[in-house]
C-alpha cells in the first residue's frame, strides 16, 4: 500500500477484478488508500457471497424439479 500512496492514479484489485481506478479517496474524503481499499473489498466479497448463494439456490430449484 505504501507504493499505491505515491502513485498518480492507483488502480485496486481484488481476486482478479477491479474495483476501483484513479483516485477514489477523493471523493470518498479518505485519508488513506487502506481507508478506501478495506470497504471496496468488503463491498466486494459480499456482492460474491450473494451471487454464490443465488447460484446455489438455482441449482438447487433446478435438482428439486427434476
Known sequence: MDEAERCHR???MHEG???AE???RARTGSTTVEEVFLPLVGEAAAKE???N???A???ARQEANR
Do not use: F, K
Open 49 to 51: 457471497a450473494t451471487a
Open 10 to 12: 492507483p488502480l485496486l
Open 22 to 24: 484513479g483516485v477514489p
Open 17 to 19: 477484478r477491479i474495483l
Open 53 to 55: 448463494e443465488a447460484a
Open 57 to 59: 439456490e438455482a441449482l
